[in-house]
């Protein structure tokens, strides 16, 4: 029962629920879960099948991967703490400089 | 293990050293603004270096850690693109960043020194491990420069949160569709996909691969409909990096796309082609027809753009030897007619605003930065005898001949859609043209009055911006036996 | 079905119920400690998949590190006070994205599906990550050994972030 593709279809679940999230919630810290969970995705995948290959390769992408993450939400948090210092309120529906 | 290998690398990491200690010796009161010229140094040296290395001409490129970087001849003219478009940058940024009092000078320039050395490594990864950290590291730098003016306008932090969402999204596209291809052929370097490649099995697991990373792919390229970060992150980035982002984010973006699709995954290119042509076909009319309802110029420009990234990516779709080299030329022309482009802007924009209307008049009042703007909006537009034509000419024929060689008819009909998007686009260039030209100052507008003020820098960028349209376009024939030498 | 089964089966399904709880919360706070919960099913899952040195990383850094810096921030933003109105896109937004995922999720459902599994390595072939020390050793090669470039890209990376956070953060002093 637990093959490669019960792996691989939880990983596609788990990446089609962040996907949803990203695109229909409006708070940037909750965006940026979701899209962590969609990286998190990946890594589920890539070990599941480093494991059925027997290699140790996918393992070192998925160190990497996380490595990435953390700099990535890091500077995420830093930019979202910058636009609220200017504005006081980081709801996405409200930063409409922008449009055109 | 040939360590001596990344030499260019190691001396854009050193320069990069270099901007930290002096930001961190020099008393805080005294001005960054030496760092611009200690960058464009810099970079100019690191260009001497990658123009007077040879591409290898025998078949095994030379690697080293392990197959993970690559010296090919493809990454050094990309790498000599690349740190080209990084000396264009850090001179426009000088005056730039002086203007507007940006606190972070010393930070910035080594964002910047930091983001080309990623783009370097990029175009030399040998291995989607290295792919991936550089894509990943040239991002966050990207995401930090463009929201550089945070606090002076809150459209650059905006712009920065978007950019980081969307292109976060991309990078977990991108990455599952690694680990897909990692599943199905065991190999994570591309040499061992390549080879995968050639025997290989299609399955639908691979068309699901195939399409997670051409779309992981095609947001760094701006290809429709992963652009929708462009034209908010090009409007409110600072004007030097929009113009770093657009030259050498694309041309490091497109010869991802060459070593991935048309070097690794060569083997299935009847799946992937259908999927980029898509893509560029809806690039084709909706850039197009977008730019044309644009009032702002760098949002135009941000429009022409992404056009242009469809345009480099019939090289790719092409995926003969003639394309690869028409999109390398083609790259090499856009680098510095759009660097050229976004410089006068830039320029015109600190005395008449970010409108369209602020250009009304320039032609009398600066003839020179009118008559640059002109032949770069022209040279994208296609029109001889700038570099521009010369350009499109070869990627439009490599794609008919390869259409008609291979039997490819999408293809075909694919090029004779950028063939009419180029008139189209002829349109929203010479709007611009207009407007300086023809269009009647307004009396009322501020700083319409007397020439535009050119610092020092921006008319360095500018000589070789102009020189090289010209060039390009008149006299193509040494820049053309470099590109086949360096793809032989 | 042995202990390992019943793990697994726990686990994924704990993994995916939290997942949907990070989705679906209105409150920041609660999304975040869900999302502690779904990568500490991860963590679980990993160690399961002999991959013990990743399961160990997932909770130091992604459920520790990782997450405080997230709760961090929501603290330090107070996100509660502009909660007020809905936490969501609006309908057609919900319902276009729920399809879109679904659309998603087929397609890869369908990809994996028919996933070439019989053409991999059987889940016992002599050369799998083993657990315990071995898989240590083999990641540590796989690292250093063909990644020691990628490792330095990662080392320029962080330094990259750290500016980057600085800019952004950090307000100069006279200001």
Redesign the interface.
């Given at each position: 029962?637990?093959?490669?593709?019960?792996?691989?279809?939880?990983a596609?679940?788990?990446?089609?629920?962040?996907?949803?999230?990203?695109?229909?919630?409006?708070?940037?810290?909750?965006?940026?879960?979701?899209?962590?969970?969609?990286?998190?995705?990946?890594?589920?995948?890539?070990?599941?099948?480093?494991?059925?290959?027997?290699?140790?390769?996918?393992?070192?992408?998925?160190?990497?991967?996380?490595?990435?993450?953390?700099?990535?939400?890091?500077?995420?948090?830093?930019?979202?703490?910058?636009?609220?210092?200017?504005?006081k309120?980081?709801?996405?529906?409200h930063?409409s400089?922008?449009k055109? | 293990m040939n360590l001596a290998l990344p030499l260019p690398e190691y001396g854009v990491l050193g320069l990069a050293l270099v901007v930290l200690l002096y930001d961190l010796v020099v008393p805080e009161r005294v001005s960054r603004r030496a760092l611009g010229w200690v960058c464009a140094l810099g970079f100019a040296g690191v260009l001497a270096l990658l123009l007077r290395s040879d591409a290898p001409q025998v078949a095994p490129v030379p690697t080293a850690f392990g197959g993970m970087y690559v010296a090919d001849g493809l990454a050094l003219a990309f790498k000599t693109l690349i740190v080209a478009a990084a000396m264009l940058a850090s001179l426009a940024s000088l005056d730039y960043l002086e203007a507007r009092g940006v606190r972070w000078q010393g930070e910035y320039y080594l964002l910047l020194t930091l983001v080309t050395f990623a783009l370097m490594c990029l175009v030399s990864a040998g291995d989607?491990?290295t792919l991936?950290?550089a894509l990943?590291l040239n991002?966050?730098g990207f995401?930090?420069l463009v929201?550089v003016l945070?606090?002076r306008s809150?459209?650059s932090?905006?712009?920065?949160?978007?950019y980081?969402?969307l292109g976060?999204?991309s990078?977990?596209?991108l990455?599952?569709g690694?680990?897909?291809l990692?599943?199905l052929s065991?190999?994570?370097s591309l040499a061992g996909l390549a080879a995968w490649a050639a025997g290989a099995a299609r399955s639908p697991a691979l068309v699901v691969a195939l399409a997670l990373v051409a779309a992981g792919l095609a947001f760094k390229m701006s290809l429709v409909p992963f652009h929708m970060w462009a034209?908010?992150v090009y409007?409110?980035a600072p004007t030097p990096v929009t113009a770093f982002l657009s030259v050498a984010g694309k041309t490091a973006a497109l010869a991802l796309l060459v070593r991935v699709l048309d070097a690794a995954l060569g083997g299935f290119i009847g799946v992937w082609d259908k999927l980029l042509m898509v893509l560029m076909a809806a690039t084709f009319v909706w850039a197009n027809l977008g730019a044309l309802k644009?009032r702002?110029a760098k949002?135009l420009m941000a429009y022409s753009s992404v056009a242009q990234a469809g345009y480099l990516a019939i090289g790719v779709a092409a995926g003969s030897a003639l394309g690869l080299q028409a999109a390398l030329f083609y790259a090499l022309v856009y680098v510095f007619t759009n660097v050229a482009a976004f410089q006068v802007l830039q320029l015109v924009a600190e005395s008449g605003g970010p409108e369209l209307s602020g250009l009304r008049g320039l032609g009398r009042r600066s003839p020179g930065l009118a008559l640059i703007l002109a032949a770069a909006v022209l040279s994208l537009a296609g029109i001889p005898p700038f570099g521009g034509f010369f350009g499109k000419f070869y990627l439009f024929a490599a794609g008919v001949r390869e259409g008609i060689v291979a039997g490819r008819s999408w293809l075909l009909a694919l090029v004779g859609l950028a063939v009419v998007m180029s008139i189209v686009s002829l349109f929203y260039y010479l709007i611009l043209v207009k407007q300086m030209y023809i269009e009647p100052a307004d009396p009322e507008a501020p700083g319409t009055g007397g020439p535009v003020a050119v610092p020092l820098g921006a008319r360095l960028v500018l000589g070789v911006c102009a020189a090289m349209i010209l060039w390009t376009g008149l006299y193509p024939s040494p820049i053309l036996a470099w590109i086949r030498q360096a793809l032989f | 079905m042995g202990l390992r089964?019943v793990l697994?089966?726990v686990f994924?399904f704990g993994?995916?119920a939290f997942?949907?709880a990070?989705?679906s919360t209105r409150n920041?706070v609660y999304?975040?400690l869900e999302?502690v919960a779904?990568?500490l099913c991860?963590a679980a899952?990993?160690c399961l998949?002999?991959?013990p040195?990743?399961g160990v990383?997932?909770v130091m850094?992604?459920a520790g590190?990782?997450m405080v810096?997230?709760l961090f921030?929501?603290m330090?933003?107070d996100?509660q006070e502009?909660?007020r109105?809905?936490?969501?896109?609006g309908p057609g937004?919900?319902a276009?994205?729920?399809l879109?995922?679904?659309l998603?999720?087929a397609l890869?459902?369908f990809g994996?599906?028919r996933?070439p599994?019989a053409a991999?390595?059987?889940?016992a072939?002599?050369?799998?990550?083993g657990v315990g020390a071995d898989?240590v050793v083999?990641?540590a090669?796989?690292?250093f050994e063909?990644?020691a470039l990628?490792f330095e890209a990662?080392g320029v990376?962080?330094l990259?972030?750290v500016v980057?956070?600085m800019?952004?953060?950090k307000?100069r002093l006279e200001n």
């Open positions: 029962m637990f093959g490669v593709g019960f792996f691989l279809a939880l596609f679940a788990l990446f089609a629920v962040g996907a949803f999230g990203v695109l229909t919630r409006r708070d940037p810290l909750v965006m940026f879960m979701c899209i962590e969970m969609m990286f998190n995705s990946g890594n589920l995948a890539l070990v599941a099948l480093s494991r059925y290959l027997g290699l140790a390769s996918g393992h070192a992408l998925v160190f990497f991967v996380v490595a990435v993450a953390a700099a990535e939400v890091a500077v995420g948090l830093g930019i979202i703490i910058a636009i609220f210092r200017t504005e309120d980081v709801n996405v529906d930063l400089e922008l055109g | 989607l491990l991936y950290v990943e991002s966050i995401y930090a929201a945070k606090g809150l459209t932090s905006e712009a920065g949160l978007k980081l969402i976060a999204l990078s977990a596209l990455l599952y690694i680990s897909l990692y599943g065991g190999t994570v034209p908010d409007q409110a644009q702002d949002r | 089964e697994l089966a994924a993994a995916l997942a949907l990070v989705v920041t999304a975040a999302f779904h990568l991860l899952l990993y998949l002999d991959a040195l990743l990383l997932q850094v992604y590190a990782i810096l997230f921030a929501v330090m933003l996100i502009t909660g109105e809905s936490a969501f896109q937004q919900v276009g994205a729920l879109l995922a679904a998603l999720f890869l459902v994996a599906d996933f599994a991999l390595a059987p889940a072939a002599p050369g799998a990550p898989n083999r990641v090669r796989a690292l063909r990644g990628v990662v990376l962080l990259t972030a980057a956070v800019v952004m953060a307000r």
